[in-house]
């Protein structure tokens, strides 16, 4: 059957968006019951589901021969920050997330960012790695 | 519950039309075109129609009120993966070499009938219509008991058919893939998670739980290897209906769902040489039988525990108990049952749709027509089926699961004819159509529609529904494979087989077949038949006390599981080992680059074979007009 290369951004988008409704609904669900709970590993668990839905996403990219795209970059960026302000918030207001929730969803977090770092590493190397950061090179061109 | 529930299917929603959205803005591709579909959407998408055709939350149901025996059938899920080993790389291959993208052309232009291309368009529209509706009947009584009538039933049969009616007709068959496929992942991952929420919230053993049945039935055991009952409606089974030829017998009518139109036309659209192979060996065979010979049990005696009338009923109750513990698990729950509904729904009106359009509109009826004009024609079609659909899940409910009772048994009758086309050049077209008027005649009257019929008009029929606790795709196919052999013995040779022999000679010399040596053949064949045996057939009847009473131990064993689950687990693992042997080993579902085109078949009215009647009519009505 023909393959058409126009339609292939398609063709993984739409599968990029299943896995992450799938992986974030599961992480959604995790989360809530974890912190309604205190269970630490359940809300850990819940980072557990969105690092299972990064790496699906990390596979359907080796499948497509391709990376991240920008709008997915700026997502993830995104989604980041707000969740590391989301920990940071519910720890200076909610003292029962401060005692029960802080340390499984800060370490959740870590453990996505480590996950990022990780995926980096073995796709650039660690020059490439470096580079993408290295903001102070681009200043100097 | 029913905000949240609102809002998460909004977001289903929304995905199927922003990707329906995106397709639609390519306007270079033609939207209901079927062909080079990636490969994860047929490797997702089968293994989600083939759940849609099991019916979760019927099969659910059947397993909370029989126990183990029902959910048995999940092990069924690897004979379903063998039939697609089987016949789907040949069809394909057919496809590529014919340039017939169809799967009714196909089988009408290869034997040279249109008698075939109708039975498909029948068979497409049964799945479109009755069975489909039966679905959303189902779907509408759900969500309409979850929210104690908040959402009424036929305004939630109307929302779900225009959400799916829209993408279908935006995007047209490549959306309505895409959205299948990806919904198919998401259930997946569903039924795996809410198996683990449901046993450890509610409490239910992870592994071998005992569903709790109603006295008189055997939960835990398989009652028999068959049963000398009249059939159900005429005379009871002792000890529950799922004997081992009643298991074996309704896998092999889930087995029909592989020869489906949409399957079919799902398959021959995907792109990838591996897909096909993957798909049955490590996503149907492997996780999606592994989710439900596992995971049934668990939501089944959740099931079984939960208040309520009906199915539905029950159902919404165990969402309620969910709901009870975490919104979004109760919420996840009937997501879950629903998805599963929608790609059925989607996949067979949207084939339904494609296949009229193509075959009966621009064929015969408009057969000038530009492709523009198909396009309009195939959304019209579609318009007509979600409003047929829809309307008979709202105010005919009943006999639409009476006709959908037809749809899975009447495709399994498709069996021989899709033989032909693949392995066996000496079944004729006579032959091929004279077992499939004498199987679906047996189908017939072995499900309600048959019965109810002839019982209402005629005389009442001594038999049931499934007599011998056998059901009618068995009965059906037993009549059907007699009739086609018989009937082939005495019409093999002449310009037919010439014509049919092309496609033969043609997968001979582009596609070579290593199915290795007579000793290697053997092999595949004997196992899958030794497998069939033991794992759904009379030999299943061993799984009862082969781990819990051993015969070599001389005495009970503490296992503390079931030993029919047991013996479900294990043949699923080696069911899971068969398909890869015959599928990557065997090469029987590696498709391998070829060359396209090489015969040419007639996808019109055929005028390779006049119309004439039978010789035997034409001598006997000599004789007569002689004296």
New interface residues.
């Given amino acids: ?4 290369p ?3 951004p ?2 993984r ?3 990029v ?3 992450w ?3 974030g ?2 992480a ?2 995790l989360l ?2 974890g912190l ?1 709970r205190g269970s630490f590993v359940v809300t850990l668990a819940a980072f557990g589901a969105a690092l299972a839905a990064f790496i699906g996403h990390v596979i359907v990219n080796e ?1 497509f021969q391709t990376g991240f795209t920008p709008r997915e970059l700026g997502l993830g960026l995104v989604g980041a920050v707000a969740g590391l302000v989301a920990i940071g918030l519910g720890g200076l207001v909610s003292p029962e997330f401060r005692a029960t929730g802080f340390l499984p969803a800060s370490l959740g977090l870590i453990g996505l960012a480590a996950a990022v770092i990780v995926y980096m590493l073995i796709r650039h190397g660690v020059r490439g790695a470096f580079d993408a950061f290295d903001v102070i090179r681009d200043f100097r061109r | 519950m029913m905000s949240l529930l609102i809002v998460l299917f909004g977001v289903t929603a929304a995905y199927a039309v922003y990707i329906a959205a995106l397709c639609a803005r390519r306007r270079q591709t033609p939207v209901f075109e079927a062909e080079g579909l990636p490969a994860w959407t047929f490797i997702f998408g089968s293994a989600g129609l083939v759940v849609a055709g099991l019916g979760l939350d019927a099969h659910l149901a059947l397993a909370a009120r029989y126990g183990l025996q029902a959910s048995h059938l999940a092990v069924g899920l690897v004979l379903v993966a063998l039939t697609g080993v089987l016949v789907v790389k040949r069809v394909v291959l057919a496809a590529r070499l014919t340039g017939i993208a169809s799967p009714g052309a196909l089988l009408g232009g290869y034997y040279g009938s249109v008698t075939l291309r109708i039975a498909v368009m029948v068979l497409a529209a049964l799945y479109a219509l009755p069975f489909s509706a039966a679905a959303l009947a189902g779907v509408g009584d759900l969500v309409s008991a979850a929210t104690a009538g908040a959402l009424p039933r036929a305004g939630v049969i109307a929302v779900v058919a225009v959400f799916l009616f829209l993408p279908s007709v935006l995007g047209g068959w490549r959306a309505i893939v895409y959205v299948a496929a990806g919904q198919s992942l998401i259930v997946l991952v569903l039924l795996a998670f809410l198996a683990v929420a449901v046993s450890t919230d509610l409490g239910v053993p992870l592994f071998g739980a005992a569903i709790p049945t109603a006295g008189g039935i055997l939960a835990d055991r398989i009652p028999g290897v068959f049963q000398a009952s009249a059939g159900i409606g005429k005379g009871a089974a002792i000890g529950g209906i799922w004997t081992t030829t009643g298991i074996l017998s309704s896998a092999l009518a889930l087995a029909g769902i592989v020869l489906s139109p949409a399957y079919l036309l799902l398959a021959i659209g995907t792109r990838a040489r591996t897909a096909v192979a993957f798909s049955q060996t490590w996503v149907t065979g492997g996780i999606a039988a592994g989710l439900l010979v596992v995971g049934t049990p668990i939501l089944a005696a959740a099931l079984a525990t939960a208040e309520g009338g009906g199915p539905a009923v029950a159902m919404a109750g165990l969402a309620d108990r969910l709901a009870a513990y975490e919104p979004l698990l109760g919420v996840g729950l009937i997501l879950l049952v629903v998805g599963v509904v929608q790609i059925g729904i989607a996949l067979f009106a949207g084939a339904a749709a494609r296949i009229f359009a193509h075959e009966a509109v621009a064929l015969y009826v408009l057969p000038r027509l530009s492709p523009a004009g198909e396009r309009l024609a195939t959304r019209i079609s579609l318009a007509v089926v979600f409003a047929l659909l829809a309307a008979m899940a709202v105010f005919a409910p009943l006999p639409s699961a009476i006709l959908a009772s037809l749809a899975l048994p009447l495709s399994i009758q498709l069996l021989p004819a899709l033989l032909g086309l693949c392995f066996l050049p000496w079944l004729s077209r006579s032959a091929v159509l004279a077992g499939l008027v004498v199987g679906c005649l047996m189908v017939f009257f072995t499900e309600p529609p048959g019965l109810i019929l002839f019982d209402g008009l005629f005389v009442e029929l001594p038999w049931g529904r499934w007599p011998l606790t056998v059901h009618s795709a068995a009965w059906g196919l037993a009549f059907n494979l007699a009739a086609t052999l018989l009937a082939a013995i005495f019409t093999r040779g002449g310009a037919e087989q010439d014509h049919r022999d092309r496609l033969h000679d043609a997968f001979r010399a582009a596609y070579p077949a290593d199915l290795g040596s007579g000793a290697a053949r053997g092999a595949k064949w004997s196992l899958v038949l030794l497998w069939s045996f033991l794992a759904l057939g009379p030999g299943a009847i061993l799984g009862n006390t082969f781990f819990s009473d051993p015969i070599f131990a001389g005495g009970p064993a503490q296992v503390g599981l079931p030993s029919l689950w047991v013996w479900q687990v294990l043949f699923w693992f080696v069911g899971v080992f068969l398909i890869w042997w015959l599928a990557y080993h065997g090469r029987m579902a590696v498709i391998e680059p070829g060359p396209a085109r090489r015969v040419s078949y007639e996808t019109g009215p055929p005028s390779a074979f006049q119309r004439r009647a039978p010789l035997w009519i034409e001598r006997t009505l000599a004789r007569v007009a002689r004296r």
């Fill in positions: 059957m023909s393959a058409r126009e339609d292939d398609l063709d988008h739409a599968l968006v299943a896995v409704l799938a992986g609904f599961v959604a669900t809530s019951i309604e499948v």
